[in-house]
């Protein structure tokens, strides 16, 4: 079965510096997530990637998706105190037509002012 | 607003009784789904239905039920069979069931059982 690995399992971070996260399929990609959770709130839509070199951009949030399909990278400019939380990668588990989705474990961001 | 509620937020029950976590979405989303979260943990898929009065177990369904009567709402019942049922329980929904559309989260009810 498809799992997601999601490096690193926690960050902390000065304010105003660089930061990347990484997430590792073991199965090619067909969708690929980004949602941002607060601790014990539900999950907020970042980003979706589907094609293979693919990069989107939101304010200071970039993620990418290799030509391979199985990884993807959330790379966070000048990170602020509102960055702080658990990134989350999901992918679509069977690549047909479900819309189910896998999840790695989370990153834990702390941002320190 | 758009958007998908759940109820209550946190929610205690004595080991033995079943327990209903209520999911409403009112973004005429044709699919919803039932994840749950445990500590230091992924979303785990309990169940899911890509359309009204059908659906389909996930990864973990054992000791779990689903109604979907309608179009708005995924009720998830927990019963006595859930070997662990403390967890942290996301509902969702998206237009479509496909990957190519993504999932809207509610924000999510904090089941204890002691």
Redesign the interface.
């Known amino acids: 079965s498809q799992e997601l690995e999601q490096s690193p399992q926690s960050l902390i971070v000065q304010e105003g510096k660089n930061l990347t996260i990484n997430c590792t399929s073991s199965k090619t990609l067909y969708g690929l997530y980004w949602y941002k959770q607060k601790y014990g709130e539900g999950l907020i839509f970042l980003m979706m990637l589907q094609k293979g070199g693919e990069e989107k951009s939101h304010e200071k949030i970039t993620a990418k998706l290799d030509e391979k399909k199985q990884q993807s990278s959330l790379h966070i400019t000048a990170s602020q105190p509102s960055h702080a939380g658990i990134y989350l990668c999901g992918a679509g588990n069977y690549g047909g037509s479900q819309g189910n989705l896998i999840f790695g474990k989370g990153t834990k961001l702390s941002v320190k002012p | 607003d758009g958007g ?1 509620t ?1 109820s209550p937020k946190y929610l205690f029950r004595k080991e033995g009784q079943n327990v209903t976590l209520s999911c409403e979405q009112n973004l005429n989303h044709d ?1 919803m ?1 039932w ?1 749950r979260q445990d500590p ?6 309990i169940y ?1 239905s ?1 359309i009204v009065n059908d659906f ?1 177990k ?1 990864d973990i369904a054992e000791g779990y039920s689903v109604s979907r009567e309608k179009k708005e709402s995924f009720p998830l019942t927990v019963t006595s069979a859930q070997k662990n049922p403390t967890a ?1 329980y ?1 509902c ?1 929904s ?1 237009m ?13 009810t ?1 089941l204890t059982v002691t």
């Open positions: 998908i759940q699919a789904y994840y230091g943990q992924g979303l785990r898929l899911y890509q389909q996930g942290f996301l969702a998206s479509s069931p496909s990957e190519s559309y993504e999932q809207y989260f509610g924000p999510g904090r």
